[in-house]
Structure formats: C-alpha cells, structure tokens
C-alpha cells in the first residue's frame, strides 16, 4: 500500500492525465471488491439465517392468525445423552386465543400435549373429532396429521415433547383411552414445566420426572376396568371383546350401533343380538353404563362443571346426561351426587 501511495504521488506530479485515469481505475478496483465482500457477507448471514429456520423452528408457522396473546414460546435445549435417556421438551407456550386461530399439521416428529385454561378447543386427528374443554388435557402424535381451532375465545398451554419411551406411552394411552383426558388440577404438572422451560435454566431431571409423572398418572387413570383386565380371554367371543374394549376406549366419541358392528366384523344384526346374548345388556345399554360410571368418577375426583364432564362422557348436551344421571341414580342428580360425596 505505501509503494502503491509513493508511486501515485510521482506520476501525480509528472503524469498528471495518467495519474487521473489510474485513480478512476483504482477506485473501481475498490468498488468491486468491497461488493464482492460485502456480497459474500450478506450470503453467508441468510445460508445461517436458512439453517436456524431449518434446525430450530421447522414447524412453527410464522404467522399465526387468532393468537390475542401470548407467553413463550419458550425453547429448550438439551444434550444428546438427556435426549436419549429422558423423556425431554422441545418447546412450549401459552396463548390465548380467539374464532380465527386454526393449525395444521401434516407431519412433525413429536408428541404434543395441550392443557385447556379456558373456553374450548377443537380437533381433527386420527378421522375422529372431538372437543377438549376447559380443564383437559389434549394427548396427540404429532407424526399423525392433526387440526385443531377455537371456536370462541380460549386459553391452553403446550409442549412439544419427545423421549425413548414417549412413542410407547402415547400408543398404550391411545389405545385405552384416545386423546383425551381429565386429571385433577393438583395432579396437572403441565404449568410446572412451562415455568421450569421459562426460567432458562437447566432442568433436564424435573423436567423429565414431570412428564413421567404426567403420562403415568394417565396411564393409571385409563386403564381398563378390573374386571375387564382380569376377565378370562374366553369370557366374551372375540368379536364381542372388539366392541367392549371400543367402547371402553372411546366412550367419550360419538358410538352407534354400526361402528360396534364394524369392530366386531358382525353385521348390526347378529352383532346386538350376540352382545346382549353375552354382556346381558344391550349395546345402547352397555355404552351409557360406562358413561355414567365415568362420569361419577369425573364428579369426585375432578374440578370439572357437569356441562364439561357431560362432554367428556360423550353425552349429546347436558340436558341429556342430568337426566340419564338421575334415572340411574334414584333421581339424584349430579350435583347433588358431588355435594353428597364431598
């Protein structure tokens, strides 16, 4: 640079129309590089911008329309021997939101549980839809495509989570129970892990030990009956065991006659006459005893209103359940069956 300097100075003063030309040159020289510099900057800053987008948030839409408000999301970082051994959180958030929040998912190799604040939420999985209000719990595989949406103004909490027993734990729950589930506010761990994800410290144990806590105590509270697990395999037909542990596990979904038909690979005919032939009760019959004894268990041991449990139980209003509830029950209703247990 300081021959470059001294040589212009010379030619400056003896060449002075070669010295010009030579300085437009010089400064063209300097243009082109430093474009070429920056050029190269400016790539290298949108490759990592890409792979940031790529590697952190595949799955999080960029606009979300319907969220009012919102506290996260909140990301969490793990290593890979906590990703092998525990049951782990990617990310996590609570929103509130209203009539326009709607999201799709194709695909995403995850497990995602929601817990519903307020209001109500609603979901498309698995070909089956179905309503999660107030106080429950939402259970999906994120590798199955899901739709869910508000219908009106609603609060919910949720984790992204995954872990070498997760996949396991959520078939199992599935199978016995479906998506959905109830749990008494005490037994809930799912705002522990949002706080412990939001601190920003590292809680790779508790956090692990809250999401153990969690799907073993559903696991617990969706086990088939008793009498259902301890009866002989030979008790009920195989077809007719297909209807009961359908029923069992999805009581709470619209059932007719025609589905416990397919499942039990009976026409409608043969297949109600089999099964009160069997269980001694009609199909119609069987499926609104459960309900019931679910419904007493959400009575006692949850926080639910009686418009939510009659949701939960399948029931077509509340109406209807009161009063399936009091025929059932020597005319007690289920408020009065709560206070009287309580």
């Known amino acids: 640079m300081i021959y470059f300097v001294s040589a212009f100075i010379v030619m400056k003063f003896r060449f002075p129309a070669t010295a010009k030309k030579c300085y437009k040159i010089v400064k063209f ?20 911008s890409d792979k940031e987008v790529i590697t952190i948030n595949p799955y999080i839409p960029k606009i979300e329309p319907g969220i009012l408000a919102k506290r996260g999301p909140f990301f969490y970082e793990t290593t890979e021997l906590t990703r092998k051994l525990y049951l782990h959180a990617y990310w996590s958030g609570e929103y509130l939101v209203d009539v326009q929040y709607s999201l799709t998912r194709d695909y995403m190799s995850s497990f995602l549980v929601f817990f519903v604040k307020s209001g109500e939420l609603h979901f498309d999985y698995r ?11 939402v259970l999906l595989d994120c590798k199955e495509k899901n739709h869910y949406f508000a219908s009106q103004n609603a609060r919910f909490q949720f984790v992204h989570f995954n872990g070498p027993t997760a996949q396991s734990f959520c078939d199992a729950l599935y199978a ?14 799912i705002p522990r892990i949002l706080d412990l994800m939001e601190s920003g410290a590292l809680h790779d144990f508790e956090i692990a030990t809250c999401f153990n806590e969690l799907l073993g105590r559903l696991f617990e509270r969706t086990r088939l009956p008793l009498e259902m697990r301890s009866a002989p395999s030979d008790k009920y037909p195989p077809e007719i065991q297909a209807a009961l542990t359908f029923i069992h596990s999805h009581y709470y979904e619209k059932i007719t006659i025609q589905r ?53 139980c399948g029931f077509s209003s509340s109406t209807h359940f009161i009063k399936a509830f009091a025929s059932a029950n020597a005319g007690t209703t289920p408020g009065k069956f709560r206070k009287v247990h309580f």
């Open 29 to 48: 020289c300097f243009f082109i590089n430093s474009w070429l510099y920056w050029n190269q900057e400016i790539q290298h800053l949108i490759i990592k």
């Open 127 to 137: 070909e089956q839809t179905f309503t999660a209000p107030a106080g429950t719990l």
């Open 176 to 189: 016995q129970h479906g998506s959905l589930f109830s749990l008494p506010p005490e037994q809930n761990p």
């Open 260 to 312: 416990l038909s397919h499942e039990a690979s009976l026409s409608s005919y043969h297949f109600s006459r089999l099964f009160k032939k069997h269980t001694g009760e009609s199909p119609h019959q069987y499926l609104l005893t459960h309900r019931l004894k679910q419904a007493k268990r959400m009575l006692l041991e949850t926080n639910l209103t009686v418009e939510q449990i009659s949701t939960q």
